[in-house]
């Protein structure tokens, strides 16, 4: 069963973490995860404001000075030792986390918006479903006051809701990346038309390494204009050969559009898939997403999302012809900036592997695009779950609203069983 957000109290979705009062700890008490004997202590002030660009959603429900009450906060400590703690803003949008040890912390905040809340808003902020936010900051001996702007979280049209790209189909089984599909969903109340859109995978200099940095990088991911990608693939159609109802079907992109159950048991039939891309075997009853980037995949099969970073994006219709074109330090074959008015959604995963002895870059893509990554993706010995988005309410004849802050530890969680083509 896809997990369901059904109040703000159940919007904690973090693996592991400990909700508690605003207050979190006992200042006299031992630090939290074990330590003492001398590890240092501090405290961390949020206020959460919503930035100006949402500011008529603040105004609408009265939120004085932008700032937000009642909101779930999350804070998770990525140095080692790892631990997550979670409470909620007072009413003047402000929340303290006392007696954190030092370190390197991710920030992921939501506050759902009540469905009273909802029909104040303005028709332009109509599909407005909740206000969140993700970032990251470095704790050091002397803590935090940090002021974290929020945005308007909007539920948006095409949007990723299910990811699955294994590297194998069973825990023991040999390196086999072809099995993988990617399910898109219509989150709007109305038909989109996937004629011409393009989905494709994000800008793949992700990671630090010994011969790159993220920083080296940075003109690309974080360009506020679009998003930089090599894989870029075409829906087929003229204009309304292709329509998605509101909510009524799961759409599934398959690598390769077969039965992968010869290979494992864990696989998928995908052989009933909705498209899949041209590369790799060809089922002829299967629709193909045209490759219109400026790279097929090395292994000679569709778009394997699998690795770090794991970055999907949708975008509208729009000719692949005019998009620019850069060849970035350390490639051979250039990118393709999908402009920022096009896309539609974007989603974020990586892993860190025990074979992989790199970094992830703190930004795939620009935090207009998406605001925070997460670590969702399965390991490297355990394949079976898949990513999925979760639900945030139902509507008239049952039809889901997904969650869409942006925040992917807040919007996705690592689930069983994979549900391709269905949104249960």
Aim: include cysteine; glycine fraction near 8%; proline fraction near 8%.
């Amino acid at each position: 069963m896809r997990p369901a957000v059904s109040a703000l109290a159940a919007a904690v979705i973090l693996m592991g973490s400990c909700t508690q009062d605003v207050v979190l700890f006992d200042t006299s008490a031992p630090p939290p995860g074990g330590g003492g004997g001398g590890v240092t202590r501090v405290s961390l002030t949020l206020t959460l404001v919503v930035e100006a660009a949402d500011s008529s959603v603040a105004t609408a429900l009265g939120w004085a000075g932008g700032r937000v009450p009642s909101a779930d906060v999350t804070v998770r400590r990525t140095t080692a030792p790892v631990a997550t703690y979670s409470a909620t803003t007072d009413t003047f949008g402000s929340v303290r986390f006392d007696s954190l040890l030092t370190g390197n912390y991710e920030i992921s905040t939501l506050r759902l918006l009540t469905a009273a809340e909802a029909s104040r808003l303005a028709p332009s902020d109509a599909d407005v479903d909740a206000v969140a936010a993700g970032g990251a900051l470095s704790l050091g001996d002397s803590g935090a006051v940090r002021t974290v702007g929020v945005y308007a979280s909007r539920r948006g049209s095409l949007v990723v809701s299910e990811y699955w790209f294994p590297t194998r189909v069973s825990t023991t089984g040999d390196f086999y990346p072809y099995a993988g599909y990617l399910e898109l969903y219509n989150n709007a109340d109305t038909t989109v038309y996937l004629d011409g859109m393009l989905v494709g995978k994000a800008l793949i200099a992700g990671m630090e390494t010994s011969i790159s940095t993220c920083a080296e990088y940075e003109p690309w991911s974080l360009d506020t204009l679009g998003i930089w990608a090599q894989y870029i693939y075409q829906f087929p159609g003229a204009g309304t050969e292709f329509p998605l109802p509101p909510g009524q079907t799961a759409l599934v992109l398959a690598t390769d559009a077969i039965d992968h159950r010869v290979v494992g048991p864990e696989a998928e039939n995908l052989s009933s898939a909705s498209f899949e891309f041209e590369t790799g075997p060809d089922n002829p009853f299967v629709p193909d997403l045209r490759n219109v980037g400026t790279r097929i995949h090395p292994w000679g099969n569709g778009v394997v999302y699998y690795g770090t970073p794991g970055v999907p994006f949708i975008a509208a219709r729009v000719d692949p012809a005019i998009l620019p074109v850069f060849l970035m330090p350390h490639f051979t074959i250039p990118h393709m900036r999908i402009p920022a008015a096009a896309v539609l959604d974007v989603a974020g995963f990586y892993a860190t592997f025990p074979s992989v002895p790199y970094t992830p870059c703190p930004h795939y893509v620009h935090p207009r695009f998406l605001r925070q990554a997460a670590d969702l993706m399965p390991r490297e010995d355990v394949w079976v779950p898949s990513i999925q988005r979760h639900v945030l309410r139902t509507v008239s004849a049952g039809r889901r609203v997904l969650l869409r802050t942006l925040v992917m530890s807040r919007d996705f969680a690592v689930t069983t069983p994979r549900t391709p083509g269905a949104v249960p």
